[in-house]
Each structure stands twice: as C-alpha cells, then as structure tokens.
C-alpha cells in the first residue's frame, strides 16, 4: 500500500487506525507497529500516527487526558469520526473542551456521513468555529455515491473543505491512490485549490499549524465549440 501511495504522488502518510468498539486503540502498540513499519520501507515518504477516533465517551476522555496519543503526529489535528446512526447531543461542548485543551477536530469523511450531510448548517457553524473537513478523495469521483458526491464538490467549492485524504484500506477496494482525484480537482477547480487541498493542508495537518479557509472557488464551465 505504501508503494501504491508513493506511486500516486504522496509524500508523507498519517497512518489513523480506527478508535472504536470494535477496534481498540492501543497508542503505544500502534507506535512500535509503525516504527517497525518505517524501518522495513524502503519507500521516499514519511510515516506519523494518529487515529480515526469515533466519538464516544470513554474515547474522549481518553483523547482529552493524553491529547499527544490521539493527534495527527502527536500535534493538535484530531481526526474524529461520527456514528452513522447519531450525533452526540454534548457535540458543541464536546468541540469546545476539545479546542480548550489544543485538539483541533479534523472530522474523517463527512460527505459519506447522511446525518451531516443533512446537516449543512451545523457543519458550516462548526467549521466557522476552527473544526476542520477530511474528504475522502475518491468521493468527488462518484466512488461513494451520488450523495457523497455531491457534498463533496458542493464544500469544496464554498470553501469549506480542508483536506483531501485517501482513507486508503487496502489494494482493491480502497487503494491508497490520490492521483486520480487531484487531477479531477486541478480541472474543475483549478491547480491552486488541488494544491491546497493535496499537499498546503495536510502538510499544516502534520505540523499541528492551522488550515487556511480557502475562498470559494465555483467548479469551471467548459465550453466545446
């Protein structure tokens, strides 16, 4: 998968291994994993943990308690997934005791979420209050439907799109390939707005510096004459 990536184009690779009930995130195991890992590459790219920390509670505690364990690369981006079923209803306090203790919520896939992508309102409150957006790439190419599609491409061209990141899984169904969509975002939108979403971002993700809110950018008319 790291060949596959570095393939496409990618430089560095935050590797967020789920945090939920299914999957228990055990910091200082994913730490030796990931070391053994940079040792055994022989690949041009760079490895940082972090993880995809649903919001539950005992994960907030946890992640509020040892900040540096749960972050992208141990710095201040906290990439947090929401629950296809439900949004906590302590959401906006949760955010704001997050930001209190230097956690910078980095929502994973929102566009794939219904729930949020019903909820234009909200994210956009959240994003105006220093809560950034992950997209996964492969949503503005269809891959995910026409839902996730069109929320994808609808943020991005309002601005409010801060990252587009691969999820990547596995070689098949879920490869770690960005090529394909960066070209699409460099067409539609043009080669400064792939520029940020694909490598200004998340190279500011990786240092725990902020995102900067791109202004809007509508996707470009082609005319065939």
């Known amino acids: 998968m790291i060949r596959l990536?570095?393939?496409s184009g990618t430089k560095a690779i935050a590797a967020t291994p789920h945090a939920n009930s299914a999957f228990p995130y055990d910091p200082e195991a994913t730490r030796a994993l990931l070391a053994q890992l940079a040792g055994a590459c022989d690949c041009p790219v760079s490895l940082h943990q972090g993880c995809e920390l649903q919001l539950l509670a005992g994960n907030i505690r946890r992640a509020l308690a040892r900040p540096?364990?749960?972050?992208?690369?141990?710095r201040s981006y906290l990439l947090v997934e929401f629950s296809d079923f439900t949004i906590p209803p302590a959401i906006d306090?949760?955010?704001?005791?997050?930001g209190g203790a230097g956690i910078r919520p980095l929502i994973a896939h929102p566009e794939r979420n219904r729930l949020?992508?019903?909820?234009?309102?909200r994210l956009r409150?959240?994003?105006?209050?220093?809560?950034?957006?992950q997209l996964t790439a492969d949503s503005v190419l269809g891959r995910y439907g026409k839902r996730a599609e069109a929320a994808a491409l609808e943020w991005i061209a309002d601005?409010?799109?801060?990252?587009?990141?691969?999820?990547g899984h596995d070689l098949q169904q879920r490869p770690p390939s960005l090529a394909p969509a960066?070209?699409?975002?460099a067409r539609e939108f043009g080669g400064a707005r792939a520029e940020q979403l694909f490598r200004t971002a998340p190279a500011a993700i990786l240092a725990g510096e902020p995102v900067?809110?791109?202004?809007p950018a509508p996707r470009r008319r082609w005319f065939f004459l």
């Open 5 to 7: 990536a570095v393939e």
């Open 68 to 74: 540096t364990d749960y972050t992208i690369n141990g």
């Open 93 to 98: 306090e949760i955010f704001s005791e997050m």
């Open 116 to 121: 949020l992508v019903d909820g234009r309102d």
């Open 125 to 133: 409150k959240w994003v105006s209050h220093g809560v950034a957006l």
């Open 159 to 167: 601005g409010l799109a801060s990252v587009l990141a691969s999820d």
């Open 182 to 185: 960066f070209d699409f975002i």
């Open 212 to 215: 900067a809110s791109p202004p």
